[in-house]
């Protein structure tokens, strides 16, 4: 069994430089930059895809197995100097890698650098589910009305190919289907989504952390838990069931949330991620992200809620004070949580080199 869902980042290349997004490295990249930030994609990609289980399969609330989804993003996918070099292989190596159970093959865009022919090109190397990510203010080029007439664009190229649009779905909480389902819809054949930072829907208020954090522009208080909803922590350790989920970087760095937390929870080019999983499961204060409870993440070393709460404060680019769980999320990964990751990552591999010797060189299944 897996996760129902791995948001997987394969590069940290993109054309743009959104003033909302919540990660500094996703960038123009140029010449040897470009060269260098696609290389640590193409360094890791299949070490990560051997240790991820072999079975794409979770299990709904009703008993019905399902494919897990597989989100592969950037950055941008589809741009020269990352489709051919890294996006198209990796695509090849997952259909390699799962010959006969597949998990769901999805991909995020901002959709304005996909042509017919790319398009054409994924849904040959299986693609079945694409996330057009820009639908929102904050996208150069999508301010009012601008991002209604480029949806109406990428509807008659998706229908032109045979791709049909679903919805987004509830994005704000965790449900039985992940947000790029069709609710209820049995509809075999590819789909299209649109989503973007919008107030009603998934991270509107926007996290707080990289450009949205130093230009200003987080809404988020302190209530809005964002641990809770698709892309958090929530259920991330209940793998092969509803809700699970986690996120993967460039380097094999596997987090419990697409935000990600201050430090891994292990990495997938040297360990799998059943056996991370595992690991990690033994400490509270990631019981409690599980619980997508990050205020009591503290509580066993000492940190009380109104601890964790006045510590979920900080200054952004503004001079703003912003209070939010993430905040708070980040300076306990920081002082305590971090150093006893490190600590199970160590003895993980120690033990992981044991069994290697004593079985005369090879890895044990």
């Not at 197995?65 to 997952?94: H, K, M, Q, S, W």
């Not at 080029?141 to 791709?163: H, I, N, P, T, Y």
């Amino acid at each position: 069994m897996i996760v129902q869902s791995i948001y997987w980042v394969l590069t940290w290349a993109c054309h743009r430089k959104c003033r909302h997004c919540y990660d500094d490295r996703f960038r123009p990249y140029v010449r040897d930059g470009l060269s260098e930030v696609v290389a640590e994609g193409q360094a890791g990609y299949r070490e990560i895809l051997a240790n991820l289980p072999d079975e794409p399969i979770w299990i709904d609330d009703t008993g019905k197995r399902e494919r897990t989804t597989l989100i592969l993003a950037g950055g941008e996918l589809l741009i020269d100097g990352v489709r051919e070099e890294l996006f198209y292989p990796a695509l090849e190596a997952v259909r390699e890698r799962y010959r006969e159970k597949k998990p769901k093959i999805a991909i995020q865009t901002t959709g304005d650098v996909l042509t017919p022919e790319i398009l054409d090109e994924c849904l040959a190397r299986g693609v079945e589910s694409i996330a057009v990510a820009s639908i929102d203010d904050y996208h150069v080029g999508m301010q009012g009305e601008k991002k209604f007439r480029f949806m109406d664009e990428m509807r008659a190229l998706m229908q032109s190919r045979g791709v049909r649009e679903v919805s987004l779905g509830g994005a704000k909480s965790k449900r039985l289907k992940p947000p790029d389902h069709d609710q209820g819809s049995e509809f075999a054949g590819p789909t299209f989504l649109f989503f973007g930072a919008q107030e009603d829907l998934w991270i509107g208020e926007l996290w707080p952390r990289g450009r949205a954090f130093s230009n200003g522009l987080s809404k988020a208080g302190y209530n809005a838990n964002f641990c809770g909803r698709w892309s958090g922590a929530r259920n991330f350790l209940h793998y092969g069931r509803a809700g699970s989920e986690v996120a993967v970087e460039p380097d094999g760095s596997v987090y419990p949330c697409c935000l990600k937390t201050k430090a891994p929870l292990g990495n997938l080019r040297e360990e799998r991620l059943t056996d991370i999983l595992d690991s990690v499961a033994g400490l509270a204060a990631i019981q409690a992200l599980n619980d997508g409870d990050p205020e009591r993440m503290g509580v066993e070393s000492g940190w009380s809620r109104e601890h964790f709460q006045k510590i979920s404060v900080a200054t952004d680019g503004k001079g703003r004070k912003v209070a939010n769980m993430c905040l708070g999320c980040d300076r306990y990964f920081e002082q305590v949580l971090s150093a006893e990751l490190g600590r199970l990552r160590r003895e993980r591999l120690a033990l992981a080199e044991i069994l290697f010797d004593k079985n005369n060189g090879y890895r044990t299944p």
